[in-house]
């Protein structure tokens, strides 16, 4: 099971850490990612990391300002959100992979938690 938190209502250029705890089974082996869908809109990446942390991948609308992380010992993943902008407005939802390794594409990520929702406003 899988956990987001962190969500709230922002002005453009604050910052936001969203969390997602993993619970009942140890996701420590999995690719982990955030992916967001805003209002009207098709569910899109944002961004992944590998089982280590080694390796990370963004999105293009997100890069240089979303850092993703994660714990294994604690089991947890986390999205820094820097220079938020409107556009970045939707339900942010943490996923992970049965692989160690990352991927973009929403089909490649079998569990899913329930979203936070992040509005930043102009």
């Known amino acids: 099971q899988l956990q987001a938190s962190g969500g709230g209502l922002v002005q453009a250029g604050a910052s936001l850490r969203l969390s997602c705890a993993a619970s009942?089974?140890?996701?420590?082996?999995?690719?982990l990612a955030w992916f967001r869908q805003a209002p009207g809109k098709e569910r899109e990446f944002v961004a992944a990391?590998?089982?280590?942390?080694?390796?990370?991948s963004y999105a293009d609308s997100v890069k240089g300002r979303f850092t993703i992380s994660r714990d294994n010992a604690k089991n947890l993943v986390y999205l820094q959100m820097n220079s938020l902008k409107p556009g970045d407005t939707a339900v942010y939802s943490c996923?992970?992979?049965?692989?160690?390794?990352?991927?973009?594409?929403?089909?490649?990520?079998?569990?899913w938690g329930q979203g936070t929702l992040v509005t930043v406003s102009s």
């Open positions: 996923a992970a992979s049965r692989s160690p390794a990352i991927s973009i594409r929403i089909v490649s990520y079998e569990y």
């Open positions: 009942g089974r140890t996701f420590i082996t999995a690719a």
């Open positions: 990391i590998s089982w280590s942390g080694a390796s990370t």
